[in-house]
């Protein structure tokens, strides 16, 4: 049955899908199916749009309530490979649209459901790219939270996939969906702070220790590890709690550059007005206050290089005040004024002066789900607040930071940072986090500071200019069976 359509309009979009077929777009396994893609094409706001949630655990009951009910889409299917922690999900979505949605523990079983149309993602980081590029081989349109990818080789891989089966695929940087920062980011790109010379990305949110775990921990038996694990090596679990500590471990998350450090990321790039990568990459940093079994860095500085202009960008997972007013923000520096967003909705421009002279807010996460499913049904990524492309900028930002801290050396930090040399701004920025450090008390004589290579980097190519080492970190190496593709 094809609801909504008499049978002269299915014929009409057959034919259509058939042109669309002849011209090079096909569905991988036929899995969209002459149902689903007619809806695609035909994008009539009439026609119910049916999603699948991936991983309910935290994110993703946002995603639920950003599709179940509204904007006549219907939430049809759950996916966890824990089932444990489906209750939520489940519960909610039936209160909301009167009928328990099917639950699935395999994703890959998604890709075959003909009735499916568009697949949204919230897993861990190291499954982001691959299930984006399954689903959108599977004829799917896909929301997949940030980062977008565990590597910067990965980001590229979806983009090329969204564009070769010419599917809509949106980043969950919800702010680039609410207006106050929308106009904020206007402000900055049509000159009103002067010339931006430089944009600061601020992640000062308190991480506490994850623990020790004493050895291999169990892993729940509602749980399936092989396929949590995915892409990533399949290794025993031995920190102490498996569901969100990944974010600190390099297998599978990218420390808080890519938790919550990557909407930060975003905004920063998106006000200087790049769609490329930097020139070069520089970070130092470390894991201090405290022994634990994370791995990634809890205070770290990067400095990106685009030449014109530069951004930069400071972790601190220990107290810390604020700058200027924002503690998780944003600050652009101009030649006439300087803005500053405190969040994710609100911008308030200083002239030269320090006096406030605009302000801008409002939003909501729905915004960024409205957005989506508007640009799905006009069948247009350009409607698209945060293109797949756009996420893979951002995030690849947040791996070549990463990279240059795990290539650093660990030295005992004691005054000027060689890389930093005529960088006046950035060298402020390591002098404050020193002192940041000071301050929480940490010995920073006995301490070890990771101080990482200042690397070239070629924005055309993607890749770090004669440098193997570190060219081997643009991507990783995935389990048979879960790779994904060096080329779309």
């Not at 946002?62 to 444990?84: L, M």
């Amino acid at each position: 049955m094809i609801p909504f359509m008499d049978r002269r309009e299915f014929v009409k979009d057959s034919t259509v899908l058939a042109a669309l077929a002849a011209a090079g777009l096909n569905f991988k396994n036929e899995s969209q199916g002459a149902e689903s893609a007619a809806r695609a094409v035909r994008g009539d706001v009439n026609d119910q749009l049916r999603v699948a949630v991936v991983g309910v655990r935290g994110r993703g009951m946002s995603h639920v309530g950003g599709f179940a009910g509204k904007n006549n889409c219907q939430v049809t299917t759950i996916c966890d490979c824990d089932e444990s922690v489906i209750g939520g999900a489940m519960k909610s979505i039936e209160k909301t649209q009167g009928k328990a949605p099917k639950y699935e523990k395999d994703f890959r079983k998604l890709l075959d459901d003909k009735s499916i149309d568009i697949v949204s993602i919230a897993t861990p980081n190291h499954w982001h790219a691959l299930m984006a590029i399954w689903a959108i081989q599977a004829g799917k349109d896909v929301y997949v939270e940030k980062p977008v990818s565990h590597n910067v080789s990965e980001g590229r891989r979806i983009v090329e996939a969204a564009r070769k089966y010419d599917k809509i695929c949106q980043t969950g940087t919800q702010s680039r969906s609410n207006p106050g920062m929308r106009q904020s980011m206007q402000y900055v790109l049509d000159g009103k702070i002067g010339k931006t010379t430089l944009s600061r990305g601020l992640c000062y949110k308190s991480r506490p220790s994850i623990g020790q775990a004493k050895g291999e921990q169990a892993i729940p038996k509602t749980l399936d590890f092989d396929l949590w694990c995915g892409p990533a090596k399949l290794t025993p679990l031995t920190r102490q709690r498996l569901h969100y500590d990944w974010h600190w471990t390099w297998e599978y998350g990218n420390g808080d550059l890519g938790n919550q450090g990557i909407h930060e990321m975003d905004k920063a790039r998106w006000g200087l007005g790049k769609m490329e990568l930097p020139k070069s990459v520089f970070s130092l940093g470390g894991r201090f206050g405290y022994v634990d079994d994370g791995e990634t860095a809890n205070t770290q500085v990067c400095v990106f290089d685009y030449g014109d202009s530069s951004l930069i960008f400071e972790v601190r997972g220990l107290p810390s005040k604020d700058l200027l007013g924002s503690k998780v923000g944003n600050i652009f520096y101009g030649t006439e004024g300087y803005l500053v967003c405190p969040n994710y909705s609100t911008g308030i421009a200083f002239n030269k002066d320090n006096k406030e002279v605009a302000r801008f807010s409002g939003g909501s996460d729905q915004l960024h789900f409205d957005n989506f499913i508007k640009a799905v049904r006009a069948r247009k990524r350009e409607i698209l607040n945060a293109d797949i492309l756009e996420g893979h900028l951002s995030s690849a930002l947040c791996h070549l930071g990463n990279i240059s801290y795990r290539l650093g050396k660990e030295v005992t930090l004691n005054g000027q940072v060689q890389e930093l040399q005529g960088d006046t701004e950035g060298q402020e920025a390591v002098t404050r986090m020193v002192e940041h450090l000071k301050g929480n008390k940490v010995d920073l004589a006995g301490a070890k500071v990771r101080v990482g290579p200042k690397l070239a980097f070629d924005p055309k190519k993607e890749k770090f200019l004669a440098n193997a080492e570190a060219d081997k970190m643009l991507t990783r190496e995935y389990r048979k069976g879960f790779e994904v593709p060096e080329k779309i």
